[in-house]
């Protein structure tokens, strides 16, 4: 792949989606790499490459350079969809890189990702602490919707990293205002209600997107997050077992 053009295709494959053997700088640029057994892209053969706990002093494939990490990917629903993705970069010290950002439906069981659809880029300069360099994004993704992000590191100098560590996407509930006015998002009562040990929630959307639903005590606190996921349009239900919260049965 090495110098590889952007926009190919690789999926279904039985290993990894790309190995980089030896070798440097090979740029592995806005692919569609997914539902690849393996991870994305391997540099060397061992699967994930960790990233050192400062720095990027380790050598191999593309220099083993090291993947963005993100703490956050918040999606707020409306027209057009926002999604804020906050994260860092650890690297060589002084070096620009590109950092391209990917939505995936699955996560690989490694917890690395692939890249499924490219969502855009970025660029950062590390600097010259090691602690590397934050960096905030934005992105009006358009279709269909995944429930992970990825991205990957790319230098002139040593070539792209691997695809970073899934991080879920998370939402407001869904409250947007798409074409023709606000989402009707309907709950519907629990059944049954008062319960001893679970209840089944029943809810119902107009249109795909992120659910977040949660069961609140008088107090306001979060007792439990029944689901945060992308649900397809449609009549959905949860089954919510209240544990340890109640002697005598509770009432919602
Ligand atoms: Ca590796
Ligand atoms: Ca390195
Ligand atoms: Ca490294």
Redesign the pocket.
């Known amino acids: 792949m090495g110098g590889a053009g952007a926009g190919n295709t690789i999926e279904y494959n039985g290993g990894r989606g790309v190995q980089v053997l030896s070798g440097i700088q090979h740029v592995l640029s806005a692919n569609r790499i997914y539902k690849n057994d393996g991870i994305g892209i391997d540099l060397g053969t061992d699967g994930v490459?960790?990233?050192?706990a400062l720095g990027?002093?380790?050598a191999g494939p593309n220099?083993?350079?090291?993947f963005p990490t993100m703490a956050s990917a918040i999606l707020s629903a409306g027209h057009p969809l926002v999604l804020a993705i906050q994260g860092n970069l650890k690297?060589a010290a002084s070096r620009n890189f590109t950092l391209e950002f990917f939505w995936n439906d699955v996560c690989d069981p490694s917890d690395n990702g692939e890249g499924h659809v490219y969502l855009g880029k970025t660029t950062v300069n590390t600097g010259i602490l090691k602690t590397g360099v934050d960096f905030t994004v934005q992105f009006n993704p358009t279709g269909s919707t995944g429930h992970y992000v990825t991205a990957t590191a790319t230098s002139v100098e040593e070539g792209t990293?691997e695809f970073s560590a899934c991080r879920l996407v998370t939402g407001s509930p869904i409250v947007g205002t798409p074409e023709g006015g606000p989402m009707a998002f309907s709950l519907h009562s629990p059944a049954p209600n008062p319960f001893r040990e679970s209840t089944r929630l029943s809810y119902s959307l107009p249109r795909a997107g992120m659910v977040s639903l949660s069961v609140f005590d008088l107090g306001g606190r979060v007792v439990s997050r029944v689901v945060n996921a992308h649900k397809e349009a449609g009549s959905h239900s949860a089954d919510w077992a209240a544990k340890g919260l109640a002697r005598g049965g509770v009432s919602l």
């Open positions: 490459t960790p990233n050192e990027d002093a380790d220099g083993l350079t090291n690297s990293s």
